[in-house]
T-cell receptor, first 110, second 113 residues
Framework: GEDVEQSLFLSVREGDSSVINCTYT??????LYWYKQEPGAGLQLLTY?????DMKQDQRLTVLLNKKDKHLSLRIADTQTGDSAIYFC??????????FGTGTKLQVIP | EAGVAQSPRYKIIEKRQSVAFWCNPI?????LYWYQQILGQGPKLLIQ????????DSQLPKDRFSAERLKGVDSTLKIQPAKLEDSAVYLC???????????FGQGTRLTVV
């Protein structure tokens, strides 16, 4: 079955770059997503990448995909305190089911 | 554009009681999902509808959970009887077509005591 794994916690200083990593197992994934969840709020789609791409940049966000290693990363440039949240990696694999990772809690230190 | 609406926002019930959650997806979205998010974990898909038909309910505990989307629009998720381990946030999401971007509601936080 599908499995998506992430490290649980990341702490960075304000202004630095953050890199959140994710690995997945489903080789049939067509889309890979990054969602942000703030306390008490629903999930917000930040960005996504098609499986035939290896990089996507969107303002401060850069997504890198290594399809061979089934590794996805999200880089946030110039991290701000407002970026503190839990970040979920998700993949859209077989049967169009979206499977989420366990989430990485990003703490930004002022 | 209105987002995905869910109600109630919070619910506290005793174990063995019943509870129902309601979801109104974004207008025109054919695909509707119910996810369970236990504290400290990622969302887990419970059931996926395409219009009013079930696409995937492989992770739905069918002995106690049920869901319906009778007219292909709103959906309800029911738990009967509830157990302590059902305490979680129940998230509803919808997408225009199967596999496209899913938009999430704010969720219903269920506490079973």
């Amino acid at each position: 079955g599908e499995d998506v794994e992430q490290s649980l916690f990341l702490s960075v200083r304000e202004g630095d770059s953050s890199v959140i990593n994710c690995t997945y197992t489903d080789s049939s994934s067509t889309y890979l997503y990054w969602y942000k969840q703030e306390p008490g709020a629903g999930l917000q789609l930040l960005t996504y990448i098609f499986s035939n791409m290896d990089m996507k940049q969107d303002q401060r966000l850069t997504v890198l995909l290594n399809k061979k290693d089934k590794h996805l990363s999200l880089r946030i440039a110039d991290t701000q305190t407002g970026d503190s949240a839990i970040y979920f990696c998700a993949e859209n694999g077989g049967y169009q089911k979206v499977t989420f990772g366990t989430g990485t809690k990003l703490q930004v230190i002022p | 554009e209105a987002g995905v609406a869910q109600s109630p926002r919070y619910k506290i019930i005793e174990k063995r009681q019943s509870v129902a959650f309601w979801c109104n997806p974004i207008s025109g979205h054919a695909t509707l999902y119910w996810y369970q998010q236990i504290l400290g974990q990622g969302p887990k898909l419970l059931i996926q509808f395409q219009n009013n038909g079930v696409v995937d309910d492989s992770q739905l505990p069918k002995d106690r959970f049920s869901a319906e989307r009778l007219k292909g629009v709103d959906s309800t998720l029911k738990i009967q009887p509830a157990k302590l381990e059902d305490s979680a946030v129940y998230l509803c999401a919808s997408s225009l077509i199967k596999g496209s971007e899913a938009f999430f509601g704010q969720g219903t936080r269920l506490t079973v005591v």
